[in-house]
């Protein structure tokens, strides 16, 4: 809530969610997250080899309120999934998220009562990273298409156009109970 949501639509909004889309791509910081193996690779990609240093982002915030990006870092375990939940809903808007490896983006090879099938069922998902774990140079690419994610962040009515649309896909889209895959 606030100054974005009163912003009417049209030229000067457009060129305010231009510039908001570059500083908030210029400023990310992921929260501390990581659940299991997948981890170890995004504290490389914070080390001095990978520097994630130049994209201004090298500061994981201990705090949810401090950060803007969750990297989903190992599988979630159903124990973890509401505190995962938790965290996300801590953090202020507009925030996006990085399922980190395949097993976080669809419980991987852990099909099994004990493993949430994918971060998605839990939190929304921006970018889905393949790889068992990734390396930084995939978790990189990743951030960076996050990047061009948040530059066309959309504000005030346009960010309420683009909701109701987002929204009115997600209830056309068929659930999973009805999913034909491997399992079926
Ligand atoms: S994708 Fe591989 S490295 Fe990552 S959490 Fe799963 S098993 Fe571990």
Not at 22 to 41: D, K, N, V, Y
Request: net charge neutral; hydrophobic share 45%; aromatic share 6%.
């Amino acid at each position: 809530m606030g100054i974005q949501e009163s912003l009417p639509g049209g030229v000067i909004l457009t060129s305010l969610e231009t510039v908001a889309g570059l500083a908030r791509a210029g400023s990310m910081w992921p929260a501390t997250f990581g659940l299991a193996c997948c981890s170890i690779e995004m504290m490389s990609t914070g080390g001095p080899r990978w520097d994630l240093a130049r994209f201004g982002m090298e500061v994981f915030r201990g705090s949810p309120r401090q950060a803007d990006l969750m990297i989903v870092a190992g599988r979630v375990s159903q124990k973890m999934a509401p505190v995962m939940r938790q965290v996300y809903d801590q953090m202020p808007d507009p925030k996006w998220v990085i399922a980190m490896g395949v097993c976080a983006s669809s419980g991987g090879m852990f099909n099994n009562y004990a493993i949430v099938q994918g971060a998605d069922h839990i939190v929304p998902v921006d970018v889905y990273l393949p790889g068992c774990p990734p390396r930084p140079e995939m978790l990189i690419d990743a951030i960076l298409k996050v990047h061009e994610k948040a530059k066309a962040t959309k504000m005030g009515a346009h960010r309420q156009a683009e909701i109701t649309e987002l929204e009115e896909l997600a209830l056309q889209a068929e659930p999973t109970s009805a999913m034909k895959g491997l399992l079926r």
